[in-house]
Every structure is written in structure tokens, then in C-alpha cells.
């Protein structure tokens, strides 16, 4: 069964225009870890936030944050005004369990921005 | 730091033959990862590693060795090549920002290819 599901192959955004990618998880573990990376055409990957499941708040990272709804299972990465250099894959991770430091990804979504 | 170094960059290989791609850290991470990238999709996780001495599988170890004899080094053996295995492999080392956020500095990549 997948564990991280990003639902969003491709999307075109007008330059400026706040984003959202989606992506869902599967664990029973209560803790655990969700992590957003970026991989440009370049190929490197690049990291951009995370969220812990026992974190009150939503994290924040500069023009990137993270709408966490823990009962939804689901940890969408927001950019706000986005930029050209945004076009890129980007991979939603998680990191299940206290004693598990296995880290797994999603199929990722690419994200076109349009000037 | 030179962070992550994978080598070789680029390779062929022939069906049935054998080669072990090299990843070397110097961060002094205790947690090192392989994970391979088909095209156009997500990481996948080969194998992983806590700590010199110890190796897990990932959701895909079929047809790979590792092994982690010192911090630094954590080489990624294929045996008898086959074309399913061509891929980008990535190697990725993780520090932890606070306790359960393990963080991934990853590689340039090494792009196999098995005719």
C-alpha cells in the first residue's frame, strides 16, 4: 500500500500566484516525521521543511509552510508568491516512527510557474 | 565539506555484470541512504544504514548489497546487472535538526544504465 500519495502529477501557476501541492500519508504510528524536498531540472534535491507529528504549529520556511492536518492525514506544502526558479519536482517524504529511520517518498508533483 | 560524493557520475553496464557505486560522507552522519529514481517518478529506498556496522532494507534491496564499515562509506553493490536497474541512484546522508527531524543532504546522483 502506498504510504505517501501526492495526487498532482503536473500543475501550470501563474507567476506571483500562491501554490498548493498536496500530499497524503499512511502510518499508524503516532510519531512521526513529514519533509517537503524540491529537485529542480538540475537533478539535486534540495531540502525545504518539516513537520513533526507532535508539533502544535504548522511549520514555516520563509516563502514555504506547511498546512498539517493531522486527522486528515495530509500535509500540503503552500509556497506563497511564487517565483520562476519554483519550477521544479517537488517529493513530499515521511519518516515513520521513533525507532524506524526509514524515509520514504512520494511520486512527486511537477510544478511549472508561468511568467 | 564536500558533503555527500558519489562516484562514478555516469556508467554502463552489461546485462549479468557486477559494480559498486561509491558514497562517501564527511559530516560525520550516522544515517546514510541509498535510494534509486526511474525516470519521471519518485525515490525509491534501497537499503539504509544507522551506523557503521548496521544495514536495513528499503522497500526495494532486490538484486543490491551494502555495506557500512566506517561512518564515512556506505557503497551500493549490484550484482548480475539487469536493464530494470537502470536508474539514477541517489546516496543521501541525514543530520538531525531536532529529534526525529533526520534531515537528507543527498548526492549529485549516479546515472546507471544496463543494456
Known amino acids: 500500500a502506498q504510504k505517501i500519495t501526492q495526487t498532482q502529477p503536473g500543475m501550470f501557476v501563474q507567476e506571483k500566484e500562491a501554490v498548493t501541492l498536496d500530499c497524503t500519508y499512511d502510518?499508524?504510528?503516532?510519531?512521526?516525521?513529514l519533509f517537503w524536498y524540491k529537485q529542480p531540472s538540475s537533478g539535486e534535491m534540495i531540502f525545504l521543511i518539516y513537520?513533526?507529528?507532535?508539533?502544535?504549529q504548522n511549520a514555516t520556511e520563509g516563502r514555504y509552510s506547511l498546512n498539517f492536518q493531522k486527522a486528515r492525514k495530509s500535509a500540503n506544502l503552500v509556497i506563497s508568491a511564487s517565483q520562476l526558479g519554483d519550477s521544479a519536482m517537488y517529493f513530499c517524504a515521511m519518516r515513520e516512527g521513533r525507532g524506524d529511520d526509514k524515509i520514504i517518498f512520494g511520486k512527486g508533483t511537477r510544478l511549472h510557474i508561468l511568467p | 565539506n564536500a558533503g555527500v560524493t558519489q562516484t562514478p557520475k555516469f556508467r554502463i553496464l552489461k546485462i549479468g555484470q557486477s559494480m559498486t557505486l561509491q558514497c562517501a560522507q564527511d559530516m560525520n552522519h550516522n544515517y546514510m541512504y541509498w535510494y534509486r529514481q526511474d525516470p519521471g517518478m519518485g525515490l525509491k529506498l534501497i537499503y539504509y544504514s544507522v551506523g557503521a556496522g548496521i544495514t536495513d532494507k528499503g522497500e526495494v534491496p532486490n538484486g543490491y548489497n551494502v555495506s557500512r564499515s566506517t561512518t564515512e562509506d556506505f557503497p551500493l553493490r549490484l550484482e548480475l546487472a539487469a536493464p530494470s536497474q537502470t536508474s539514477v541512484y541517489f546516496c543521501?546522508?541525514?543530520?538531525?535538526?531536532?529529534?526525529?527531524?533526520?534531515?537528507?543532504?543527498f548526492g549529485a546522483g549516479s546515472r546507471l544504465t544496463v543494456l
Open positions: 502510518t499508524s504510528d503516532p510519531s512521526y516525521g
Open positions: 513537520q513533526g507529528s507532535y508539533d502544535q
Open positions: 543521501a546522508s541525514s543530520w538531525a535538526v531536532r529529534a526525529g527531524a533526520n534531515v537528507l543532504t
